[in-house]
């Protein structure tokens, strides 16, 4: 994915830079006015479909969804809000809250 990506910060494209290593990454945000660490950076939804990160990971949808582990934080939607998420790295094991 790396080139070829990117993520979106602030609502605004930021190229994936080197190598993608496990799931961690680094991206270019120089041109993204008020960027600061701890924005938050979206793979997927919210301007990046589906399909579009399936064809940068070089492979079909199916194995798209399955290849990303549980780190990456879960905003499940239903009727354009908010009704669950998960984050494994904030220790609710991927279970997830209802909001």
């Known amino acids: 994915m790396s080139r070829v990506a990117s993520v979106l910060i602030r609502e605004q494209l930021a190229p994936v830079l080197g190598l993608v290593c496990m ?6 945000a120089t041109g993204i006015p008020g960027v600061r660490e701890g924005d938050e950076a979206v793979l997927l939804g919210g301007g990046i479909p589906y399909m579009q990160y399936a064809e940068w990971a ?8 399955t290849i990303l582990s549980r780190r ?9 809000k908010t009704v669950k998420v998960t984050d494994e790295l904030l220790g609710d094991g991927g279970t997830g809250y209802g909001l």
């Open 23 to 28: 799931d961690q990454m680094m991206v270019d």
């Open 58 to 65: 070089h492979t079909n949808r199916n194995e798209a969804i």
């Open 72 to 80: 990456p934080q879960r905003v499940y939607l239903e009727d354009g």
